[in-house]
């Protein structure tokens, strides 16, 4: 799910996971080394999980991938 519910808390969410990834980008960085970073956080839970957060910060503009680091956009 996309956004927390009556059932579903934030920290399962892409938005939360999200929220969880941005903090990581503290600098720009390789997909691997991020991954390597959160893999362990219980709420991130599995790569496929990852990536589709990823995927969803990109589609929104907060993350952009450019020379094989991805790194998030300040507004």
Do not use: C
């Amino acid at each position: 799910m996309i956004l927390p519910s009556k059932h579903i808390s934030e920290d399962q969410t892409v938005l939360g996971i999200g929220a969880l990834l941005l903090q990581y980008l503290d600098r720009p960085q390789t997909v691997t080394s991020l991954w390597n970073k959160v893999r362990n956080e219980r709420v991130v839970g599995t790569f496929e999980r990852f990536v589709v957060t990823l995927d969803f910060l990109y589609i929104i503009g907060l993350v952009v991938l450019s020379h094989g680091t991805i790194r998030k956009l300040v507004p």
